[in-house]
């Protein structure tokens, strides 16, 4: 447990270097924890093995150090915590909170891209089949939830309403799984992340529900993007960060965030900056766009 009781955390895939995109994410989860005496982890989510570029993880963790932000406790890889998953979907089944499915994506398709429970009555076995969810033996569906940065979020009532995999086909653990194994675990108090993965919240507050756990608070930064709709990522060759010379970067990061940093202190090192930037974090400052795009990121 940390100082204050708070628990963060930075939780970056393995599929490239970091770019300036997940380094705001890293900043903001990073200045949100320390400004409230809390806990920094740092988590690589390396469960997708196709997705996974060799070298990512350390580069990840490299480029983080460079840039002067140290994590609290050890490093958890997923891909380490199958048998927390195993556990999860075993509680599931007993209770009889999920199924298994052999609709493919194009049969989904073909219904209209929404999965109408097909599957649910239909007892299939494990073998070769997705597991999902059973939305509704949830009491309500999540249809919104309150967002300390972005406020009252709406999400899509028919998304709300989808029995979502928790285990693929191919026998990879859902994203929405592991995280949210993973954050109850590690005992994470707050998540602050990209808007991008704002609609999963919905889905990770329900499994939250159903395991009859405390939901964490959230906070979604807003997502740097080139032109509209178009987020910087790893996928589209968004640029890693320079990790021999990271003030200039840590300084655009900060500005992005609503926060310029004073000119006695930016000539420091990060480590100065950083400091500076945890006394002065406001949460009020941090625009409450869910994208701002930046023509040269
Ligand atoms: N691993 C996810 C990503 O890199 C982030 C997960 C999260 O913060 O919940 O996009």
Known sequence: MSQSGY????????????????????????????????????RIEDIDPPREV??????????????G??????????????????????????????YNCDCTRKIIKQQGGLYLGYCRERALSAEDNALRINVAKLAQPIT???????????????????????????????????????????????????ADLLPTTGKQICLYQLLGQKTPSYIHLPLVVTEPGLKLSKQNHALAIDKQNPIPT???????????????VNKGSCESILNWAVKNWCLTKVPKQTEIQLLSP
């Open 54 to 67: 060799d070298g990512a993880s350390e580069d990840i963790l490299a480029t983080l150090s460079a840039y």
């Open 69 to 98: 932000l140290h994590h609290d406790d050890r490093v958890i890889y997923q891909s380490q915590q199958s048998t927390h998953y195993e556990q999860a979907l075993k509680a599931f089944k007993q209770q009889q909170l999920s």
């Open 144 to 194: 919104h939830f309150y967002d300390l940065l972005q406020g009252e979020v709406t999400l899509n009532k028919q998304q709300a309403d989808e029995d979502f995999i928790i285990k693929r086909k191919d026998g990879l653990y859902a994203y929405n799984l592991a995280v949210v194994i993973d954050d109850i675990n590690q005992g994470v108090t707050e998540i602050v992340r990209g």
């Open 7 to 42: 628990i963060g955390r930075f939780a970056p895939s393995p599929s490239g270097s970091l770019h300036f995109g997940s380094l705001v994410a890293a900043l903001g989860s990073y200045l949100q924890a320390k400004s409230k005496q809390g806990k920094w982890l740092v």
């Open 250 to 264: 840590l300084l655009k990061a900060l500005a992005f965030l609503g926060h310029e940093v004073p000119a006695l």
